[in-house]
């Protein structure tokens, strides 16, 4: 396994113990010893057939995690044929945060599962998992540190149900978490392919038609090799725009991105260029159909810094 490293990089200790426990827990999967543990309500077992997905993916959120669950069983339900499952998927939290969503298991009669990792192998590989999961046709992701507004799930999928759009998303607000006050808006532009290859402007929080998502591979585990967590929910646009798929923007806010120290918005600047460096080889194809000229900017870099990189 090749992975770049360089000069003062803050994450290659932990880069390369990430690394190593992903390929723990493939080798563990493959000799039958499934990295996860199950546990279910009785509303989750008894929803077979559930209309979409909730994943929620949590690391040691347990400040956020009791605010983004209430979020979700808040709910307006009457666009949602049937039920809806939430997977809360645990990459090894260390601060409570299961115990706590353990006593929702008891609390909530809405089809809620936790499923307890193994190892701790970053935001793509416990996405993926959720995924493989997921019994929805469609699956909304939700970091634990974030959250949706009432009509959100039924705005969604009242947009997707029934089309071919691999995704559709929505305004979010992003609320600085010291002050509470809103500090701008993410996801609020129309899919343009162009526009997302002059740099990232859609989060993560959308829902997704899983098949799509499983067709382009989930999110990209390798992209730690060439830096840190932060660009996997780039990487998929950018996936689904080069597979051709069409996605669509809902032009209302109906969820919350909260700001913080552990945001991933903190963490991606240091290796952009390396990332970038790589991205242009991964979507060459993408690359060939928008090229560079009809831009100044391209993955979030202007072309002088991208032409200068090794």
């Known amino acids: 396994?090749?992975?770049?490293?360089?000069?003062?990089?803050?994450?290659?200790?932990?880069r390369r113990?990430?690394?190593?426990?992903l390929v723990t827990a493939r080798q563990a999967e493959q000799a039958g010893n499934l990295p996860w543990e199950i546990l279910g309500n009785p509303a989750y077992k008894q929803c077979l057939a559930p209309s979409l997905t909730v994943i929620i993916t949590l690391y040691n959120y347990r400040t956020y995690v009791n605010q983004c669950?209430?979020?979700?069983f808040e709910s307006v339900r009457k666009d949602l044929p049937g039920q809806f499952e939430i997977l809360v998927i645990d990459d090894g939290s260390t601060d409570g945060s299961?115990?706590?969503?353990?006593?929702?298991?008891?609390?909530?009669?809405?089809?809620?599962?936790?499923?307890?990792?193994?190892?701790?192998?970053?935001?793509?590989?416990?996405?993926?998992?959720?995924?493989?999961?997921a019994r929805g046709k469609y699956c909304f992701i939700l970091d634990a540190d974030n959250w949706i507004y009432p009509d959100c799930l039924g705005q969604l999928y009242r947009a997707i149900a029934g089309t071919d759009y691999a995704a559709v998303y929505n305004i979010i607000v992003q609320f600085d978490d010291l002050t509470g006050k809103k500090v701008g808006l993410l996801s609020q532009y129309e899919w343009d392919v162009n526009e997302l290859l002059t740099a990232p402007?859609?989060?993560?929080?959308?829902?997704?038609d899983k098949e799509a998502l499983l067709n382009v591979g989930?999110?990209?585990?390798?992209?730690?090799k060439h830096g840190w967590f932060g660009w996997e929910d780039y990487d998929l646009w950018l996936k689904l725009a080069q597979a051709n798929y069409?996605?669509?923007?809902?032009?209302q806010i109906l969820s919350a991105y909260r700001l913080h120290s552990r945001s991933m918005l903190n963490t991606t600047q240091f290796y952009a260029r390396k990332l970038c460096h790589y991205f242009e080889h991964k979507f060459e194809a993408l690359l060939l159909v928008y090229p560079k000229h009809t831009r100044t900017i391209t993955f979030g870099l202007e072309h002088d810094f991208l032409e200068a990189m090794v």
Not at 5 to 13: G, I, L, M, Q, W
């Open 1 to 14: 396994m090749t992975v770049t490293y360089y000069e003062d990089d803050p994450k290659a200790t932990h």
């Open 17 to 21: 113990q990430i690394l190593e426990r």
């Open 69 to 72: 669950l209430l979020s979700v």
């Open 246 to 251: 069409n996605c669509k923007l809902v032009p």
């Open 98 to 133: 299961t115990a706590l969503v353990e006593s929702f298991l008891k609390k909530t009669a809405l089809p809620l599962a936790l499923v307890k990792k193994t190892f701790n192998t970053g935001l793509a590989d416990t996405r993926n998992l959720g995924l493989r999961l």
């Open 218 to 224: 989930g999110y990209s585990t390798e992209l730690v």
């Open 201 to 208: 402007y859609i989060d993560a929080m959308a829902l997704f």
